[in-house]
């Protein structure tokens, strides 16, 4: 049966995946009764969290039956979730790619200059500058509020690195957990890469991570060298479902 959640720590046995990191992350950082945040749960197999229009799903063993019925009476449009779990949903899938994973296991100089939590104006103008035809930055005004409002709850931080007094590099942590946290961007100015400054801002941001654990999305066909590179592997998959 899955039962609306009413006090954090209901969602505490939720946090051996990327997912559960993001669900808990979500639920310290606004609680459990705002409208545009909310949280369930199926016993002890499955937990879900709807953050606006976006559904965040931690599935193993669950009842899908169930799942997919409620899924569809949440009014979201997006699901995330373990590529394994997508296929049990059988919903269309608009994106997958490859969950990466970080062992955090040894202290990590930081670079000798970096800025920590930079304008969040900057650093949106910073990642507008790097749109693709893979990467669409967020809107300007949901990624302003909900990343001041976790930067002040300690469960997202930044990081950046300037050339004079221009900002050329930054990276994201997004959600964080006692063990765990999740990367959600790293980005560097068109003008200044292939010259180490991906390397040295993601460098900084892990420097600043005491969790052992430190997730990425990696979108197919983007930046595994890089990745592989630094230390990250291969953890599992990710799909983003439509609803």
Partial sequence: MIKKTEYTDVLAPFCKTVFGCRIQSAAAAYGVNEPFAQFWTQEDKAALCKLDDVLILDADGADFDELKDFIAMTGASRLLCDLSVAQNL?????????????????????????????????????????????????????????????????????????????????????????????????????????????????????????????????????????YRGFGFSTSSGFAELTI
Avoid: W
């Fill in 90 to 226: 059988g919903l269309p899938v608009a994106a997958k790619g490859e969950v990466m994973l970080y062992r955090n296991d040894q202290p990590m100089k930081p670079p000798a200059i970096f800025e920590k939590n930079p304008s969040l104006r900057e650093v949106h103008a910073l990642l507008a500058a790097c749109a693709s035809n893979t990467f669409v930055p967020p809107e300007f005004e949901p990624f302003y509020m909900d990343m001041s409002h976790r930067i002040r709850h300690n469960t997202a931080e930044a990081v950046g690195v300037r050339q004079g007094e221009t900002l050329v590099s930054c990276a994201i942590c997004s959600a964080q957990t006692a063990d765990s946290a999740v990367l959600s961007s790293v980005a560097v100015s068109p003008d200044y890469r292939r010259k180490g400054f991906g390397y040295a801002v993601l460098k900084a941001l892990i420097s600043e991570l005491p969790q052992k654990n430190i997730y990425i999305f990696r979108a197919q066909n983007e930046n595994e060298e890089f």
